[in-house]
């Protein structure tokens, strides 16, 4: 005698995908829905239960409802030119009106009252584009743990670094032409006393500390972007 057609509506239909890598474990939600009128009883069955850990793995789906079930793979070494040949089993059946005990329910189930629907697993790698640099400024664990207030004050921070870049941009350049109208004055105005040659060497000083200033701050600006940007990805 045939079976009865599957009443559960489930989502994904025919495959559960594993998304590695598979050092940690990996889960894939199964989506069980009853769009009846009458209550259903459900079991989540594989060809590896080693491998897998399935919960719930058994219930009752109230009429018109849905439930997740959370199939999580356990870590495994992955070899992508081995095939995945596990598979999954969701098994259902009409729940009585007077059931009391599931378990009894299912041992006295008839085979034409009892429905089921087959999936595969497949296992995915994620693509190279996918994966994070491990070239990072910041190591991995220190770069997970800045949260949204630990962003918005480093973003501050470049803001507040580019505005000081900027003065003293323009402090430089003032410099400049203040120096440029000193060196003037002083070589139409030059007295046995004055050295012209002292002078420029003072200027030339003043220039390259503040050359110095605008490198640090142009070298640490650049680093603090280069975290942002890496917290972006």
Not at 65 to 89: A, C, G, R, W
Not at 95 to 101: F, I, K, L, V
Not at 117 to 137: Q, W, Y
């Amino acid at each position: 005698m045939a079976r009865t057609e599957q009443v559960l509506v489930l989502e994904p239909q025919h495959e559960l995908k594993f998304r590695g890598p598979f050092t940690d474990v990996v889960t894939a939600t199964l989506k069980l829905t009853n769009p009846t009128a009458r209550n259903v009883c459900f079991k989540v069955k594989t060809t590896a239960p080693r491998r897998y850990c399935v919960r719930p793995n058994s219930g009752v789906i109230d009429a018109g409802t849905s439930i997740n079930v959370s199939v999580m793979l356990q870590p495994f070494d992955y070899d992508p030119n081995e095939k995945s040949k596990h598979k999954f089993m969701v098994q259902s059946m009409i729940a009585p009106y007077d059931m009391t005990d599931m378990e009894g329910v299912w041992k006295e189930a008839k085979p034409e009252e009892l429905m089921d629907s087959k999936l595969r697993c497949a296992f995915e790698m994620p693509l190279e584009n996918d994966k994070t640099t491990e070239h990072s400024v910041l190591p991995k664990s220190a770069s997970a743990s800045l949260d949204d207030g630990e962003v918005k004050k480093i973003m501050e921070e470049c803001k507040r670094l580019q505005m000081e870049v900027q003065r003293l941009r323009e402090e430089n350049k003032q410099i400049r032409e203040d120096d440029g109208l000193r060196k003037r004055k002083v070589t139409s105005m030059a007295t046995p006393h004055s050295s012209p040659s002292s002078t420029m060497a003072t200027s030339t000083m003043r220039d390259e500390g503040l050359s110095t200033r605008l490198l640090a701050l142009c070298v640490l600006f650049f680093v603090i972007g280069v975290i942002v940007g890496k917290l972006a990805l």
